[in-house]
Nanobody, 118 residues
């Protein structure tokens, strides 16, 4: 049974930091590109960051470059999103996604709420 379980969300003040985690199970984690998406109220879901199976390549949405860092630990089947210098516009539900290029399998977590407010 495939599971992606996000954690680490919460309320933080502008300028603060949070680290999100996504624990994966039920599939061969190292063969999957992992992505973080977010969805703010009234807006479409958008891609935040992605990391390849080996962790050798990462990519970010322009508005997150320099503030967010995606990483993974294949020994722990976990992907992380370190978020620094948070802004109120970063408020959203953050979702973990796993995509398998060879199987075209696509899995989603349940999401974790991040609220940036003073």
């Amino acid at each position: 049974q495939v599971q992606l379980v996000e954690s680490g969300g919460g309320l933080v003040q502008p300028g603060g930091s949070l680290r999100l985690s996504c624990a994966a199970s039920g599939f061969t984690f190292s063969r999957y590109t992992m992505r973080w998406y977010r969805q703010a109220p009234g807006k479409e879901r958008e891609l935040v960051a992605a990391i390849t199976g080996t962790g050798s390549t990462t990519s970010y949405a322009n508005s997150m470059k320099g503030r967010f860092t995606i990483s993974r630990d294949n020994a722990k089947n976990t992907v992380y999103l370190q978020m620094n210098s948070l802004k109120p516009e970063d408020t959203a539900v953050y979702y973990c996604n796993a995509f398998g290029w060879d199987t075209h399998s696509n899995y989603w977590g349940q999401g974790t709420q991040v609220t940036v407010s003073s």
